[in-house]
């Protein structure tokens, strides 16, 4: 991950300052995902329903530097929204969302049934080598050749909101996806990292796309209103145990 935000940074600037040695590449049309989930029903909230304390996506350390850039600042704010749109349509009453547990107030988690928290660990490298050619002007060219690589898992968090004690996790498994990707050709050694072409960060944006599809479809699934009152009950047996 220690690379991720160095591409993703010179993916989006290199046109303007030039992120790596050698003449500016051509621009390539900027790929556009959608990052959007449309529930496939609605179901009106009852005020008997589930309350959920809804907390952000949670992302690793790592990734909080470049959260403001693309395509992962739109990754994390879309995703944000449609759980949202995910609690809601599913019927249940919802507070929030928060940034952090440590923002909800008392009110919030005596409010609320559970706390649900999704924590995002998506890793991303790149494997190879920077190659050299020599052309019939005896001109020597360099390019990064190799493989890019992601993968990783997103999951699901349900806390009893009082005592922030785990009642019920969900993983969803993203494929590993191992896509070869070779740089176009600079008169200066280019290493991972340091290459400024839209096509590599349009290449991480079609991946991102579909791990988003596949998190959002699961959690849907997940979060279905007969087995989340079920852990609700769960969570009522805990506070009664612990007298809150």
């Not at 995002?120 to 390019?143: C, P």
């Not at 494929?175 to 096509?199: C, F, H």
Request: aromatic share 12%; net charge neutral.
């Amino acid at each position: 991950m220690k690379h991720l935000l160095l591409v993703a940074f010179c993916g989006g600037l290199a046109m303007v300052i030039g992120c790596a040695p050698g003449t500016p590449v051509t621009e390539e049309a900027k790929v556009v995902p959608t990052f959007h989930f449309e529930p496939p029903s609605k179901t009106p909230v009852d005020s008997g329903s589930v309350a959920f304390a809804v907390v952000n996506p949670q992302f690793p350390d790592t990734w909080k530097a470049f959260l403001t850039v693309y395509p992962f600042d739109k990754f994390s704010k879309n995703m944000a929204t449609d759980f949202e749109a995910i609690v809601s349509a599913r019927g249940f009453r919802m507070r929030g969302p928060f940034r952090t547990f440590d923002e909800l107030t008392f009110p919030d988690k005596s409010e609320s049934d559970l706390i649900l928290t999704p924590k995002i660990e998506i890793d991303f490298n790149g494997v190879g080598q920077t190659v050299s050619s020599t052309d019939i002007f005896s001109t020597i060219s360099y390019r990064w050749r190799g493989t890019v690589n992601l993968g990783g898992r997103i999951t699901l968090n349900l806390n009893e909101s009082l005592s922030n004690e785990r009642m019920w996790t969900k993983s969803i498994e993203l494929p590993t996806k191992v896509l070869p990707y070779e740089s176009k050709k600079y008169p200066q050694p280019v290493a991972w990292g340091e290459i400024p072409e839209p096509a590599l960060n349009n290449l991480i944006a079609t991946i991102l796309q579909d791990y988003y599809t596949l998190t959002m479809d699961k959690v849907w699934m997940y979060l279905d209103p007969k087995e989340m009152a079920l852990v609700r009950q769960q969570a009522q047996t805990l506070k009664e145990k612990k007298r809150y």
